[in-house]
């Protein structure tokens, strides 16, 4: 059982930053894939971005590459989200979800076992 707590949402202004992470319970979060997506109202989920276990692995979906950072302490069991940058259509609930049968990358959101409880972010133009 893997719980998954996500902090750092908020409010910034178009071109502002937001940190988020995601604190996560469970003994094998060192080698657990993890990724985080967002969700805006009346679209569907939607991939950001994944790492995998050891951190030296990373992807992003198009739309926030160069903008967003994922980095994860497995010491901490913590993944982050560091968003640059930030525009209006990056307004959403974001998540981040742990993928315990895969330490690779993983982008598919329902090869992801388990979920956070989600954080807004607002980006006002």
């Known amino acids: 059982q893997v719980q998954l707590v996500e902090s750092g949402g908020g409010l910034v202004q178009a071109g502002g930053s937001l940190s988020l992470s995601c604190a996560a319970s469970g003994r094998t979060f060192g080698t657990n894939a993890m990724g985080w997506f967002r969700q805006a109202p009346g679209k569907e989920r939607e991939f950001v971005a994944a790492?995998?276990?050891?951190?030296?692995?990373?992807s992003y979906t198009d739309s926030v590459k160069g903008r967003f950072t994922i980095s994860r302490d497995n010491a901490k069991n913590t993944v982050y989200l560091q968003m640059n940058d930030l525009k209006p259509e990056d307004t959403a609930v974001y998540y981040c979800a742990a993928d315990v049968h895969a330490s690779g990358i993983v982008v598919v959101t329902t090869k992801y076992d388990y979920w956070g409880q989600g954080t807004q972010v607002t980006v006002s133009s």
């Open positions: 790492i995998n276990w050891s951190g030296g692995s990373t």
